[in-house]
């Protein structure tokens, strides 16, 4: 894993933090994959790509904070 690819996981991870602590999300973890990262939302465990997590997290919080 490359110094991008790490700081990309710390970023994802910290945005998981914050969904789970606003009971966005029921839970979260690394995936299979080294550049995959699982997300619990409404029940289902999704594994998405690292970019695609993160974009989801930051979408999920922002959409929270807004209603």
């Known amino acids: 894993m490359n110094s991008t690819q790490a700081t990309l ?6 945005l ?3 969904a789970f602590y606003l009971k966005l999300i029921s839970g979260y973890g690394d ?5 995959e ?4 939302y409404q029940g289902k465990p999704r ?6 997590a993160r974009f989801f997290l930051m979408n999920l919080i922002y959409r929270s904070q807004i209603y």
């Open 16 to 18: 998981a933090d914050e």
């Open 37 to 40: 990262y699982q997300i619990v």
């Open 31 to 35: 995936g299979e994959d080294a550049n």
């Open 47 to 52: 594994h998405l790509p690292l970019e695609q």
């Open 9 to 14: 996981r710390d970023e994802v991870r910290q």
